[in-house]
């Protein structure tokens, strides 16, 4: 039976009497793990684009509908310089007063201007860069590089910046989560329990996949989430194995349906979440057994993760691919897996067949973890099971509350 974690006693809203998220000691303890990792890899500074890798070191948003829109330069010994998008650098830095300087961020637009055009401003981006070194007094020592693409890491080097893959360096500073970024987890999926409830209600007979993922994504906005993704469901046929979604296709009497609540969000951290449903009626008796085995497979896999003890134990509970008939443990690749969660999606430590019974990781207490499996037949139907669990001195406990020790049936009644 597996253990579930204490819930949050608090909402969305801000309030003075009583301690709820505290964004200040958020942001300030992300950059205190980061600054840690960069000193004792004796690195002095972490040039990095991505949200995920963006949000982390200083707290910020930004543009997002082209990559390298904007970075952030971020020091192991000094405050972090953040380049910035058009628009955003007039606007921000007034409302972002723990940020002393912002420098406008150069970017080509994945090169759509052109080759010449780009290498041009690519040249500039890295001049940029390497200023800031001169000024930091590191531009003789090697920086460590996240998030950019192939023109940017040779530009670099034709500046003379001396670059290290800084992926490693992220993965390892956000690999275990503060107090606040776990409540923020509980937070998401909190708000994604409202979702699922919305989209019980609207899975009927005659429905599209479509309308439940309608409603779903409302009901997060009305519960609080800041982000909100898709929310697709597989229905029927096409809920084994896992391929396109948003069909629009109609729900069937009897039909499985299962959604992947994954990347909906509050303060940038992210859900990865499912659930499935029968349409109708009660499942019928080979339904329930794969969900029986599923359960009991999640079971064990999240009863192997303590401190201490390594994806490897945890791995060896999760099915073989030749379960299904597969040559090759890739062919399961995110379907059976557990993988680290928070702002980054896929981050440390990962679980499956694949990698960990090789190259094990050790689990840490807080870690938080989402754990994914699935089972049926193809053309037949099938279903998925996801939870989210914090590693705590005692062991894994869930985060999410939405029922999972049986199918429920749709549409509530």
């Known amino acids: 039976m597996v253990k579930m974690a204490e819930r949050l006693t608090f909402g969305t809203a801000i309030v003075d009497w009583q301690e709820r998220i505290n964004v200040e000691r958020l942001r300030r303890e992300r950059a205190e793990k980061a600054r840690a990792v960069l000193r004792a890899r004796g690195?002095?500074?972490?040039?990095?684009?991505?949200?995920?890798?963006?949000?982390?070191?200083?707290?910020?948003?930004?543009?997002?509908?082209?990559?390298?829109?904007?970075?952030?330069?971020?020091?192991?010994?000094?405050?972090?310089?953040?380049?910035?998008?058009a628009g955003w650098i007039r606007?921000?830095?007034?409302?972002?007063?723990?940020?002393?300087?912002?420098?406008?961020?150069?970017?080509?637009?994945?090169?759509?201007?052109?080759?010449?055009?780009?290498?041009?401003?690519?040249?500039?981006?890295?001049?940029?860069?390497?200023?800031?070194?001169?000024?930091?007094?590191?531009?003789?020592?090697?920086?460590?590089?996240?998030?950019?693409?192939?023109?940017?890491?040779?530009?670099?080097?034709d500046q003379g910046v001396k670059t290290i893959d800084g992926w490693p360096l992220m993965l390892d500073a956000t690999k275990t989560k503060t107090v606040d970024e776990i409540s923020c987890l509980k937070m998401a999926f909190a708000i994604t329990d409202a979702s699922w409830y919305a989209a019980w209600e609207k899975l009927r007979p005659g429905a599209r996949d479509t309308d439940a993922s309608e409603a779903a994504k409302a009901a997060a906005w009305a519960a609080g989430a800041?982000?909100?993704?898709?929310?697709?469901?597989?229905?029927?046929?096409?809920?084994?194995d896992r391929a396109y979604e948003r069909t629009g296709r109609i729900l069937n009497h009897g039909d499985l349906a299962y959604a992947s609540f994954c990347s909906l969000g509050y303060l940038g951290y992210k859900t990865?979440?499912?659930?499935?449903?029968?349409?109708?009626?009660?499942?019928?008796?080979?339904?329930?057994?794969?969900?029986?085995?599923?359960?009991e497979r999640l079971d064990n896999v999240i009863g192997a993760i303590k401190p201490g003890a390594t994806t490897r134990d945890a791995a060896r509970h999760f099915a073989?691919?030749?379960?299904?008939?597969?040559?090759?443990?890739?062919?399961?690749?995110?379907?059976?897996?557990?993988?680290?969660?928070?702002?980054?999606?896929?981050?440390?430590?990962?679980?499956?067949?694949?990698?960990?019974?090789?190259?094990?990781?050790?689990?840490?207490?807080?870690?938080t973890i989402a754990i994914e499996g699935r089972e049926g037949e193809p053309g037949i139907g099938g279903v998925r099971l996801e939870d989210a669990v914090v590693v705590t001195q005692s062991g894994a406990e869930l985060v999410d509350h939405w029922p999972r020790d049986e199918i429920l049936v749709a549409p509530r009644t």
């Open 43 to 85: 690195v002095p500074a972490i040039l990095a684009a991505r949200p995920e890798n963006t949000r982390y070191l200083t707290g910020l948003r930004g543009p997002e509908f082209q990559p390298q829109l904007w970075y952030v330069l971020f020091f192991a010994e000094s405050e972090p310089i953040v380049f910035h998008h």
């Open 91 to 157: 606007f921000y830095p007034a409302e972002a007063p723990w940020i002393k300087d912002w420098r406008l961020a150069r970017a080509w637009l994945s090169s759509g201007p052109g080759p010449e055009a780009a290498d041009e401003e690519a040249k500039k981006f890295a001049d940029g860069v390497h200023q800031a070194l001169v000024e930091r007094k590191v531009d003789k020592e090697q920086v460590a590089v996240v998030g950019f693409d192939g023109r940017a890491q040779r530009a670099l080097a």
């Open 226 to 240: 800041d982000e909100v993704p898709a929310m697709h469901f597989r229905t029927g046929p096409t809920s084994f």
């Open 272 to 295: 990865c979440y499912y659930r499935t449903f029968s349409v109708g009626r009660e499942p019928d008796a080979k339904t329930k057994d794969w969900y029986r085995r599923l359960v």
């Open 320 to 367: 073989p691919a030749s379960t299904w008939g597969y040559k090759d443990e890739a062919e399961l690749l995110t379907l059976e897996i557990g993988h680290g969660i928070g702002l980054h999606a896929y981050g440390y430590p990962i679980i499956n067949r694949q990698w960990s019974l090789d190259h094990p990781q050790t689990f840490e207490a807080g870690m």
